[in-house]
């Protein structure tokens, strides 16, 4: 029982690495405006940070997809895209 655990377990890490991030400009490029807040989330994953309110029968959400190749942020008016940036980190020591 205890080598079907630890190899299962392996698998399930074996699979998350190779999967990679999806913070890069292929996965940016998907996300379209006006596009469900849900179908982002499909292509993107969960985000690292969200931010949000509502007011009346408006509501905004800023969530933010962070990964080795930079930072993806969207802004959401009533759970669809309105905005989107993809940006890079600069090169440390560069001039």
Same mark, same amino acid.
């Given at each position: ?7 299962? !377990? $392996?698998?399930a890490l ?6 990679? !991030? ?8 998907? @996300?379209? !405006? &006006?596009?469900?807040? &849900?179908?982002? @989330?499909?292509?993107? /994953?969960?985000?690292? &940070?969200?931010a949000?309110?509502?007011?009346? /029968? ?7 997809w ?20 993809? $940006?890079?980190?600069?090169?440390? /020591?560069?001039?």
């Amino acid at each position: 029982m205890r080598a079907r655990v630890s190899a299962a !377990s $392996t698998l399930a890490l074996l699979l998350l690495l190779a999967c990679g !991030s999806r913070v890069d400009r292929a996965h940016f490029a998907r @996300i379209e !405006s &006006d596009m469900p807040e &849900d179908e982002v @989330i499909a292509i993107l /994953g969960e985000p690292t &940070d969200t931010a949000g309110f509502s007011l009346g /029968g408006l509501s905004a959400t800023s969530a933010t997809w962070e990964g080795p190749e930079g930072t993806i942020a969207i802004q959401f008016v009533n759970g669809r895209v309105k905005l989107k940036t993809f $940006t890079t980190e600069p090169v440390r /020591g560069a001039p």
